[in-house]
């Protein structure tokens, strides 16, 4: 499914006006009208409305679908922040007159304001511009106007007021509606953890409207919706059948990083699993898990057999920037096998640009991303499209730009976008985990040219793992505790 960020849709906003001569008032038009239709036949018992608007465009659509309720003989409260009988905005006078010519007169919102009752209420307060938190006279309308205790449905036009349409930020004083209509394409803020509970259902309206107006040079995100892995076994398998994966990493301490990449493979089922490594953090990962094969990284012959008999390798995690980490991404690029390079491997890409080659994955976040582009901050949340842009330009492959609303991109491909995940995931280990996870999807599917999609799929079912078991384990959520949740959807078993 396309998703488009706020950018995106006044972009195209703009040049469909252009194309079609449309105003301002036309297009608010031609919206209130898809709105006051789904409401009028997914709720046609309803007969008194109460309608709540801001002071942005979104209250623009609010007061148009006031009128057309009250055109209709429906009973209708329409509440306002603000009289915008004097606005120098000359759509907003004109759509505050337009209530007034049907005989709808809007309520200036004020502390004691006595509201009616109703059986259906519209949250057109706070559209797709609203960012931060919310400021007290919001915070005060909702919980009088739009109370999460509601007992009639509550239907946000376009996001619930609270939501932040791009980052899925969610300030928990925000509405809680029963239904969302989301104009045009569903934006990546409706999809995230809190944004799929503050929104209730999603409705996409006039959803092809702006399609026509896309340039070959826009790249709408795309996500999945339902990732699962599964594995079809037939009774007389064996172990090469299920993925050869080699894990390269923590030379010189960190051995919790590799352990945790392999182990969320093996708990997926991967059939072959070696580590390579120093010999000093041996120990540690056979106590994390007695059953892995350790091949010390100064073993040249045994480590060159390691990868010759591998399908996908991981490098990077429990990893430092040194001679030694060099050494060993050289060697992995060359066997031009597919390979998941993360952690401290990430921050040497420069000393290798020769060597990388389209079955590459980059696992970097925000800090990381930013070394392989050459600055010294981090990458804003804000600037995470941008970024991903110039990543997939320079580098060959799939690149995973991790945190909130994980982004994943390849050159001359559509963006992908993970929504899923919970702040309880923000802890270290997370991140190896995520490249386990990545190399057992992309070991059982290894077209190159679906080599994104699988990598989303990926991160994507790591962040639904990562809700199921927060559901259990709260905020102290750990990597480990992950594992048990690592459960395969069997299939075929003949």
Same mark, same amino acid.
């Given at each position: $499914?396309? %998703?488009?960020?706020?950018?995106?849709?006044?972009?195209?906003?703009?040049?469909?006006?252009?194309?079609?001569?449309?105003?301002?008032?036309?297009?608010?038009?031609?919206?209130?009208?898809?709105?006051?239709?789904?409401?009028?036949?997914?709720?046609?018992?309803?007969?008194?409305?109460?309608?709540?608007?801001?002071?942005?465009?979104?209250?623009?659509?609010?007061?148009?679908?006031?009128?057309?309720?009250?055109?209709?003989?429906?009973?209708?409260e329409l509440v306002v922040m603000t009289d915008w009988s004097k606005h120098e905005n000359p759509v907003m006078r004109q759509?505050?007159?337009?209530?007034?010519?049907?005989?709808?007169?809007?309520?200036? /919102?004020?502390?004691?304001?006595?509201?009616?009752?109703?059986?259906? +209420?519209?949250?057109?307060?706070?559209?797709?511009?609203?960012?931060?938190?919310?400021?007290?006279?919001?915070?005060?309308?909702?919980?009088?106007?739009?109370?999460?205790?509601?007992?009639?449905?509550?239907?946000?036009?376009?996001?619930?007021?609270?939501?932040?349409?791009?980052?899925?930020?969610?300030?928990?004083?925000?509405?809680?509606?029963?239904?969302?209509?989301?104009?045009?394409?569903?934006?990546?803020?409706?999809?995230?953890?809190?944004?799929?509970?503050?929104?209730? *259902?999603?409705?996409?309206?006039?959803?092809?409207?702006?399609?026509?107006?896309?340039?070959?040079?826009?790249?709408?995100?795309? /996500?999945?919706?339902?990732?699962?892995?599964?594995?079809?076994?037939?009774?007389?398998?064996?172990?090469?059948?299920?993925?050869?994966?080699?894990? %390269?990493?923590?030379?010189?301490?960190?051995?919790?990083?590799?352990?945790?990449?392999?182990?969320?493979?093996?708990?997926?089922?991967?059939?072959? +699993?070696?580590?390579?490594?120093?010999?000093?953090?041996?120990?540690? %990962?056979?106590?994390?898990?007695?059953?892995?094969?350790?091949? *010390?990284?100064?073993?040249?012959?045994?480590?060159?057999?390691?990868?010759?008999?591998?399908?996908? %390798?991981? +490098?990077?995690?429990?990893?430092?920037?040194?001679?030694?980490?060099?050494?060993?991404?050289?060697?992995?690029?060359?066997?031009?096998?597919?390979?998941?390079?993360?952690?401290?491997?990430? @921050?040497?890409?420069?000393?290798?640009?020769?060597?990388?080659?389209?079955?590459?994955? /980059?696992?970097?976040?925000?800090?990381?991303?930013?070394?392989?582009?050459?600055?010294?901050?981090?990458?804003?949340?804000?600037?995470?499209?941008?970024?991903?842009?110039?990543?997939?330009? @320079?580098?060959?492959?799939?690149?995973?730009?991790?945190?909130?609303?994980?982004?994943?991109?390849?050159?001359?491909?559509?963006?992908?976008?993970?929504? /899923?995940?919970?702040?309880? $995931?923000?802890?270290?280990?997370?991140?190896? =985990?995520?490249?386990?996870?990545?190399?057992?999807?992309?070991?059982?599917?290894?077209?190159?040219?679906?080599?994104?999609?699988?990598?989303?799929?990926?991160?994507?079912?790591?962040?639904?793992?990562?809700?199921?078991?927060?559901?259990?384990?709260?905020?102290? =959520?750990?990597?480990?505790?992950?594992?048990?949740?690592? +459960?395969?959807?069997?299939?075929?078993?003949?």
């Amino acid at each position: $499914m396309t %998703i488009l960020t706020t950018t995106h849709i006044r972009g195209l906003e703009n040049r469909l006006k252009r194309h079609r001569a449309y105003t301002d008032i036309d297009l608010v038009s031609r919206v209130s009208q898809a709105c006051f239709q789904w409401l009028t036949t997914n709720y046609p018992d309803t007969r008194a409305w109460r309608v709540v608007c801001g002071q942005g465009f979104n209250a623009c659509d609010g007061l148009q679908i006031a009128c057309y309720a009250t055109l209709s003989g429906l009973s209708v409260e329409l509440v306002v922040m603000t009289d915008w009988s004097k606005h120098e905005n000359p759509v907003m006078r004109q759509l505050w007159q337009q209530c007034l010519d049907v005989g709808l007169k809007p309520n200036v /919102y004020h502390t004691d304001y006595q509201h009616s009752s109703c059986d259906l +209420i519209i949250d057109a307060l706070l559209g797709i511009g609203f960012q931060g938190r919310l400021t007290q006279p919001y915070v005060v309308m909702i919980q009088q106007l739009l109370p999460a205790d509601s007992t009639c449905p509550i239907t946000a036009i376009d996001v619930p007021s609270g939501l932040e349409a791009d980052t899925g930020a969610y300030d928990q004083l925000g509405v809680k509606a029963t239904d969302t209509l989301t104009i045009f394409s569903k934006k990546p803020g409706l999809l995230g953890y809190y944004g799929r509970q503050a929104a209730g *259902d999603v409705h996409v309206l006039l959803a092809n409207e702006l399609e026509p107006f896309l340039t070959d040079e826009e790249q709408p995100l795309q /996500y999945h919706s339902a990732p699962f892995f599964s594995q079809a076994r037939s009774m007389t398998s064996h172990k090469n059948l299920f993925g050869r994966i080699v894990f %390269i990493g923590s030379f010189y301490g960190y051995p919790g990083a590799i352990s945790l990449a392999a182990k969320a493979a093996a708990r997926m089922g991967c059939g072959s +699993i070696q580590i390579i490594t120093h010999q000093g953090s041996n120990a540690a %990962i056979l106590r994390a898990y007695p059953s892995f094969i350790l091949t *010390d990284i100064m073993d040249q012959e045994r480590v060159l057999s390691a990868l010759d008999d591998c399908d996908t %390798i991981v +490098i990077g995690p429990g990893l430092e920037p040194c001679d030694m980490t060099l050494m060993a991404l050289k060697l992995v690029l060359k066997t031009h096998k597919c390979c998941i390079i993360d952690a401290g491997c990430l @921050r040497m890409l420069g000393a290798v640009e020769s060597l990388l080659h389209s079955r590459c994955i /980059y696992t970097p976040h925000p800090g990381e991303a930013a070394a392989m582009l050459g600055t010294s901050d981090s990458i804003k949340v804000v600037h995470r499209l941008n970024a991903m842009s110039k990543l997939t330009e @320079r580098y060959p492959g799939v690149c995973v730009l991790k945190g909130c609303m994980t982004l994943i991109g390849q050159s001359n491909q559509q963006t992908w976008l993970s929504p /899923y995940g919970h702040h309880a $995931m923000s802890v270290a280990g997370m991140g190896d =985990l995520l490249t386990g996870i990545i190399a057992m999807f992309v070991s059982h599917n290894r077209d190159v040219g679906q080599l994104i999609s699988w990598v989303s799929e990926a991160v994507s079912y790591h962040g639904v793992v990562g809700e199921n078991a927060m559901k259990q384990h709260g905020i102290g =959520l750990m990597p480990e505790d992950m594992l048990n949740h690592l +459960i395969l959807k069997q299939v075929g078993s003949s």
